[in-house]
């Protein structure tokens, strides 16, 4: 997922990504990734590129840790990237810390034509200039550049070690300066509980976490900013009403576990048409007959059940979404258009911004103004 913005003369390119996939399959999706990223930075050639990954390092980052060396060399050494002489890479290693590991790299990129450009020093309370490639990794807590933080093990407290969290830096560039925000919300433990109700228990615990970084990255400790967070905040569609909206005409057969009476699954059937199947859903299946209605337009006629954001409507804005839901993409590469049968497909992964941010994309996109927009 990607967005575009600028100062006057300086094309920004945001990228958010969870790349867990990348480091269960290297020589595969690691490649085609990386390939279509550079593609990305070609198309758009930004002087200012930053790029959020989410669950970097997979599933098992100490058995990753040789992928990960390996994926940080590729982007800061490969040719596509030659043009871009300064840098500063953050990844949060410290994968033995239940208390702080958030599994979220940030990395930051400056073309060589950009003159002068500052980070912020949160300790010193000023900035610095930028100058070389530097990278820093296993406890971030200590770096003066960023600021980081785990969410509480109470805002989900079902899941027994979340990697959710947050990481900020501070920037300056052409006099404007803003925060950049790699986030990692919380994602739904259940379709069956998640269809219980409207709005689900997960995106109220969502709303809780995302409603603390606002909070965090605003407060009187620094001067205020303009912000953009972007990465994946695991918005979900309404679950009942997307399942009443695809299955208006259908009838619901529930099947419970003989020994403890649990709801285990739920099958939608045609009222007619010999009884077709046409949603299957588990704690961890949502197979619907046709995936194409999340791709027909871009699924647009689903977005009225993309509601999450409603609840920030004065603090927190993106431009229009013209693309397809995000997520959940299977991971056989040749099957890269498909969903997974896993979720319902929604728009997880999205660049956000602040009223003062969303002013200053509009109005570098005005006619003779530099581009701006999401891709």
């Known amino acids: 997922m990607a967005g575009k913005a600028a100062s006057p003369g300086t094309a920004v390119l945001l990228v958010t990504a969870n790349v867990g996939s990348l480091f269960d399959d290297p020589e595969n999706l690691q490649k085609n990734w990386l390939r279509e990223f550079y593609q990305v930075v070609h198309a758009h050639r930004p002087h200012f590129l930053a790029l959020h990954c989410q669950e970097f390092g997979g599933k098992n980052y100490e058995a990753s840790m040789s992928h990960v060396d390996k994926f940080v060399k590729e982007l800061l050494s490969s040719d596509a990237m030659k043009e871009y002489n300064r840098a500063r890479v953050y990844l949060d290693e410290n994968y033995k810390s239940q208390e702080h590991f958030t599994a979220l790299g940030s990395f930051y990129f400056l073309h060589e034509s950009l003159k002068n450009i500052y980070q912020f020093d949160f300790k010193a309370k000023k900035y610095k200039k930028v100058t070389g490639k530097e990278i820093y990794s296993d406890t971030l807590e200590s770096t003066p550049m960023l600021e980081k933080e785990k969410f509480p093990q ?11 969290g947050f990481l900020r830096t501070r920037w300056c560039l052409a006099d404007c300066a803003f925060d950049l925000v790699n986030i990692h919300l919380f994602h739904d433990a259940s379709n069956l509980v998640a269809w219980e109700t409207s709005p689900s228990v997960y995106s109220g615990i969502r709303h809780k976490a995302l409603g603390y970084v606002l909070d965090r990255i605003s407060d009187q400790r620094f001067q205020k900013a303009s912000y953009f967070v972007f990465g994946d905040f695991n918005f979900r569609l309404d679950s009942k009403s997307v399942v009443e909206t695809l299955c208006t005409k259908a009838t619901m057969q529930t099947v419970r576990a003989a020994d403890t009476n649990e709801v285990v699954k739920l099958i939608f059937r045609e009222s007619d048409n010999d009884r077709k199947v046409m949603l299957q859903l588990e704690k961890k ?3 619907y007959f046709n995936q194409e209605v999340f791709r027909d337009d871009n699924g647009t006629a689903l977005l009225e059940f ?7 409507k004065d603090r927190l804005y993106e431009l229009d979404i013209s693309f397809p839901p995000s997520y959940p993409y299977s991971e056989d590469c040749s099957q890269g258009r498909q969903y997974m049968n896993t ?5 997880c992964d999205r ?9 200053l994309v509009l109005r570098v996109s005005k006619p003779g103004g530099p581009a701006g927009g999401r891709a």
């Open 154 to 164: 109470d805002y989900f407290p079902e899941c027994k070690w979340s990697r959710k």
């Open 351 to 359: 660049v956000l911004m602040s009223p003062s941010a969303k002013e």
């Open 285 to 287: 299946l949502f197979d």
């Open 343 to 347: 979720r319902c497909p929604a728009w």
């Open 306 to 312: 993309d509601k999450e954001l409603s609840v920030f």
